[in-house]
T-cell receptor, first 114, second 114 residues
Framework: NAGVTQTPKFQVLKTGQSMTLQCAQD?????MYWYRQDPGMGLRLIYY???????DKGEVPNGYNVSRLNKREFSLRLESAAPSQTSVYFC?????????????FGDGTRLSIL | GEDVEQSLFLSVREGDSSVINCTYTDSSSTYLYWYKQEPGAGLQLLTYIFSNMDMKQDQRLTVLLNKKDKHLSLRIADTQTGDSAIYFC??????????????FGKGTKLSVKP
């Protein structure tokens, strides 16, 4: 019963490096989301994908790109990492056909950029 | 735009009741949620309330909703040390609201003293 799986769990990058954060869900959910969590800021939406084949910007999209590879997978890419992108990144998914539409979260990727 | 406000810290003694408060701004929110985050983990859905309800009880948890004042509270009865965590209030809305995006408060850190 995996739910939402994120890889890697931890990563340290140098400024200017690129990397892709992976997310997969096995609940057959339509919608998937990427958030970042910073101390004292709560969770802020980076990008979301309402359904396979669509992606849209959230509150803080600058410096990121996303790909909805298929219904299960939604990746987040940092093309040129900056120290301001040091954060904990969470992927979530939800089923738009469930009335209360709760979001299910992965355990997060802790990313440090030096 | 939408905003969700919570106090940042709450400290209680084991066995006491905890009350975590939240105010929100989007009067059209259909569902409001409480999530729990334990150290190093993702967010876990605790409970939710539909906007046409005033109260919802689930074992030790009681959610109260005052739509007039846009105020939501979470009461934890007989608080235990295992309840120590960060609690997030969230409302539906923000980007592409009909697709289930959530706006989160900054979180209330609950500390339970033995």
């Amino acid at each position: 019963n995996a739910g939402v799986t994120q890889t890697p769990k931890f990563q340290v990058l140098k400024t200017g490096q690129s990397m892709t954060l992976q997310c997969a869900q096995d609940m057959n959910h339509n919608s998937m989301y990427w958030y970042r969590q910073d101390p004292g800021m709560g969770l802020r939406l980076i990008y979301y994908s309402a359904s396979e084949g669509t992606t849209d910007k959230g509150e803080v999209p600058n410096g990121y790109n996303v790909s909805r590879l298929n219904k299960r997978e939604f990746s987040l890419r940092l093309e040129s990492a900056a120290p301001s992108q040091t954060s904990v990144y969470f992927c979530a998914s939800s089923d738009i056909w469930t009335a209360n539409q709760p979001q299910h979260f992965g355990d997060g990727t802790r990313l440090s950029i030096l | 735009g939408e905003d969700v406000e919570q106090s940042l810290f709450l400290s209680v003694r084991e066995g006491d009741s905890s009350v975590i408060n939240c105010t929100y701004t989007d009067s059209s929110s259909t569902y409001l949620y409480w999530y729990k985050q334990e150290p190093g983990a993702g967010l876990q859905l605790l409970t939710y309330i539909f906007s046409n309800m005033d109260m919802k009880q689930d074992q030790r948890l009681t959610v109260l909703l005052n739509k007039k004042d846009k105020h939501l509270s979470l009461r934890i009865a007989d608080t235990q040390t295992g309840d120590s965590a960060i609690y997030f209030c969230a409302e539906k809305g923000g980007y592409g609201g009909s697709q289930g995006n959530l706006i989160f408060g900054k979180g209330t850190k609950l500390s339970v003293k033995p």
